[in-house]
């Protein structure tokens, strides 16, 4: 049996990140993938396959990486390397989305150049990393159906006296929350006797709450033990009752690259989104059957945000088509197999060119 060796990427936690979870551990420890055995930690040890998963580890350096890639060549290893953002445009438009040094940015470079191959979960991924490494297999992301145990099907339309607005993300999405704030304004203070808005996460900037003072908005706190991302999906599962989702997104060319999580996590809650018309979205949700696609200004976003609230018949419709769409084509029980595939044929073509996108 093949043995694959997977480096999580972690912070000062030691705990790998939710996207090591969701695109590596999760993927390749399920069942299905029976034809390889998989370890995985901070530390490298000799595999057939090595995984190293973004930027690995904190205050990585070209020399710690190199030293890596040696290692894992000297045991006659192939080397696969998993991003899933495009990490080498974090700086868009002046804005510095993360905290990643010039030095790590050499770091991911340098990996996508060694790399035997590289995974990735969009095309536009593919398409920017292409000249780096032509080796290149995109894996959409997908969620683990061991851990939605308990999600209900959308329940009937039904007309309840106050409505529930959702916001669900990591603290690096300010600017988008910004680029809807005065259309949410607008609709909370229209609507505030009979709405609310909750955010999960997503707020860095003290600043942007307080564009939602006097407004019914409430910022959910979780306890610490739910937030690595296996107890996390179950919380939510069991938590979350909203009437309906927003996923706003910039469109710039960092943003481009982005994948359409928020759409799979709301969509198996049974939960109706607005998301913005961006590539992340529009190559996956169809308009006013698995979810509503607003332009990016104010005005569209009212109107979607309107619609939604007060149409009951047509957010069930959108929950219930969005999360069949989901149960049936975006879970592990039918696409982990991608990832052992992919493993293989690494192992069996080493050397060749693959362009390859597995659906």
């Not at 510095?96 to 995974?119: C, K, N, T």
């Not at 009937?156 to 959702?166: E, M, Y």
């Not at 607008?186 to 505030?192: A, H, S």
Request: glycine fraction near 4%; hydrophobic fraction near 40%; proline fraction near 4%.
């Amino acid at each position: 049996m093949l043995k694959v060796h997977i480096l999580y990427e972690y912070g000062g936690d030691l705990n790998p990140f939710s996207c090591s979870q969701i695109r590596l551990l999760r993927p390749l420890t399920h069942p299905l993938n029976d034809k390889i055995n998989v370890s995985w930690g901070r530390s490298y040890e000799p595999a057939d396959v090595v995984i190293v998963d973004r930027c690995w580890k904190p205050g990585i350096s070209v020399e710690v990486a190199q030293e890596l890639v040696d290692k894992i060549k000297a045991n006659q290893g192939c080397l696969i390397y998993s991003i899933d953002d495009n990490l080498l445009d974090l700086k868009v438009e002046g804005i510095i989305r993360s905290g990643l040094s010039q030095e790590q940015l050499m770091v991911v470079r340098y990996f996508l150049r060694e790399a035997d191959a590289v995974i990735v979960s969009t095309e536009q991924l593919k398409q920017r990393f292409l000249r780096l490494n032509p080796n290149i297999f995109v894996i959409s992301n997908t969620l683990d159906e061991r851990l939605l145990e308990g999600v209900n099907i959308p329940p009937q339309a039904l007309s309840n006296p106050r409505k529930v607005i959702g916001y669900m993300g990591t603290y690096t999405h300010d600017a988008d929350i910004m680029m809807v704030l005065q259309a949410l304004r607008e609709t909370l203070r229209k609507y505030q006797d009979k709405l609310e808005l909750q955010l999960l996460g997503g707020i860095s900037d003290i600043a942007v709450l307080q564009g939602f003072e006097g407004l019914p908005v409430r910022v959910i706190c979780i306890e610490d033990k739910t937030v690595q991302y296996p107890e996390f999906m179950p919380w939510i599962v069991k938590n979350l009752e909203w009437d309906l989702a927003i996923a706003p997104l910039e469109d710039t060319v960092f943003t481009r690259c982005k994948s359409d999580i928020k759409f799979l996590d709301y969509s198996a809650l049974g939960i109706a989104g607005v998301y913005s018309r961006v590539p992340a979205y529009e190559n996956t949700v169809r308009h006013l059957e698995t979810g509503y696609l607003s332009e990016n200004n104010t005005q569209s976003w009212r109107e979607a945000l309107e619609l939604l609230l007060f149409d009951d018949a047509l957010r069930h419709k959108l929950a219930t088509q969005a999360q069949e769409y989901v149960f049936s084509s975006r879970i592990l029980q039918q696409c982990a197999v991608q990832w052992q595939n992919a493993i293989l044929s690494v192992v069996e073509r080493p050397k060749t060119k693959m362009l390859t996108t597995i659906r």
